[in-house]
């Protein structure tokens, strides 16, 4: 059989997986990123909720459901009671697809198929799904891999899944469950080959906290640093970097095995300055532990960027200003700021749909130092804190009028992005009820 797999605008990791899969059992597949198909069988991988809302996508299924069928998956499979409302596909592939995608493909919809969702009627039929197998055949590697640029890497690669950690605006765990489940160093390391022969120059090592490799095996570090060494071996340690670490898994062998396998930079999910915030997050771990990880990356000659959330739904001013000190006293030396986006299912998103809009940062007017800009308040703290980073930083930008337009516009759009998620949320709000 013929198909086509449409990664939008990106080969993800999850695309080209599934598309070995597909291939290595004798179907003919083409993955591009662009969104047009001569086959009659679609797979829409789709790793983001603004895809539901995005018209080019939008435009593909309804003008291609009567004459293909079309299937969806990726991380937005977690919610496919809002995929299915949002676009007239066939069905939606849930979680981990390599198993369900070949006998959804082989069969056809059925029930007796784990993990997919479907319409009955006026229901929508959701089966439970399993863990897949870890050992697979080499992903689809497209020959233009090498033109795209993810924060500086051609790919990402899969080392394990899974994450220890709950944290509440992060759809991981849900996705790949609590339990470590890691790969074989020779299958990843065969693959970065794979990688490497298609042009691939520059690598990163994704899985929610990679240093949680083979902890289900033990808590011994030397798995990672181990893996983190083979890695270097193939690809050079300047085209290596472990984009995110959590603060709490790492320690000095594993920062100097960064500093010396790898580009050298540590990136720290941070988030906020204030306890009650980092508490409201879930994130399990707090301001002094933050504050430590940053000095121990630096003490082992590590450079260090860190993540910001602002406008979470309980964030105050108080608790916001707590996050610019931070900024002020750990001198990192990049960041980068997002506001609060209530992925669906996850349990920010549960915060946002209990939060009226009057209470919501996402929402409330801005009427501080910005209000002739038209901000909301979360818009505002997120322009602030872009402006505040880039004079905080170790190596201290001076501003110019493009930097403060540029963050202008970013604020905005994540703004806008923001409150079209929560529309969308709202708008299924209690759905989950009908669903078998
Ligand atoms: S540690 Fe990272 S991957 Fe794990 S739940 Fe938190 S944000 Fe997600």
Known sequence: MKLTIISPDLYTYGSMLIGGVLKDAGFDVTLTRNLSADTDVVLLSLYSTLHLMDDRIRDFVSQNSNSKTIY?????????????????ADAVVIGEGEESTLELLNSG??????????????????????????????PLIPDDIRDQDIRGANTYIETHRGCIGACGFCQVPK?????????????????????????????AISGGTSSLYQYERSTDVNAFIELL???????????????????????EDILHAIRDYTMGWVYYGIESGSDKILKDMRKGVNSEDNIHAIELARECGVKVAGSFIVGYPTETVQD???????????????IFISIAEPIPETNLADIVLKTDDPE???????????????????????????????????????????MYQAYLEDA?????????????????????DCIS
Request: hydrophobic share 35%; proline share 4%; glycine share 6%.
């Open 72 to 88: 969806v998956g990726g991380p937005i499979s977690a919610y496919p009671d809002i995929v299915l409302g949002e676009l007239d």
């Open 360 to 402: 919501n940062p996402t929402f409330i007017e801005h009427t501080g130092e910005y209000n002739i800009l038209n901000l909301t308040e979360s818009e505002a703290r997120c322009f602030d804190l872009e402006l505040h980073s880039e004079m905080c930083k170790s190596m201290p930008n001076i501003l110019t009028d493009q």
């Open 229 to 251: 060494q083979a890695i270097a071996e193939v690809m050079g340690n300047k085209n290596v970097s472990v984009p995110d670490l959590r603060v709490d898994y790492v320690n």
């Open 175 to 203: 996705f790949f469950g609590n339990r470590i489940r890691s790969r074989d160093i020779e299958d990843i390391v065969q693959e970065i080959k794979e990688f490497k022969r298609h042009g691939v120059e520059r690598i």
């Open 109 to 138: 919809i059925s029930e007796d198929i784990s993990g997919i969702a479907f319409r009955s009627g006026d229901e929508i039929i959701r089966t439970q799904p399993e863990p897949a197998k870890l050992e697979r055949p080499m």
């Open 320 to 334: 916001y200003e707590l996050t610019k000190n931070l900024i002020e006293d750990a001198l990192l030396d990049d």
């Open 412 to 432: 905005r759009q994540q703004g806008s992005d923001v409150r079209a998620v929560t529309r969308l949320l709202q708008k299924y709000r209690g759905n989950e």
